[in-house]
């Protein structure tokens, strides 16, 4: 059975950082790109980070120079370390299972395959 199973999340004050944990299992993880999704409150799913399966990292411009996305393949987790948080930032975090490509055009064009159930972050003084 396929779990991915998030940790980490949290309330922390605007400015402050965080480190989410993804700890995945039933499939072979080294094979499979991964990513981060956040869905904010009354909003749509929004693509965050991924990292392919060769170590390359991809971000969206909203997080870009703040988060940093990283995977250990010996303990089968993926993380991600956010810093320098804003309310804005507030989401429930998904990690996913990501065959997707980078697209000179679009960007990162995600394939999502296997979810967690996510992590509530909220950002709030």
Avoid: H
């Amino acid at each position: 059975e396929v779990q991915l199973v998030e940790s980490g999340g949290g309330l922390v004050q605007p400015g402050g950082s965080l480190r989410l944990s993804c700890v995945a299992s039933g499939f072979t993880f080294s094979n499979y790109g991964m990513s981060w999704v956040r869905q904010a409150p009354g909003k749509g799913r929004e693509w965050v980070s991924t990292i392919t399966r060769g170590g390359e990292t991809f971000y969206a411009d909203s997080v870009k120079g703040r988060f940093t996305i990283s995977r250990d393949n010996a303990k089968n987790t993926l993380y991600l370390q956010m810093n320098t948080l804003k309310t804005e930032d507030t989401a429930v975090y998904y990690c996913a299972t990501d065959r997707g490509r980078w697209t000179l055009v679009a960007g990162w064009r995600p394939e999502f395959g296997y979810w967690g159930q996510g992590t509530q972050v909220t950002v709030s003084s």
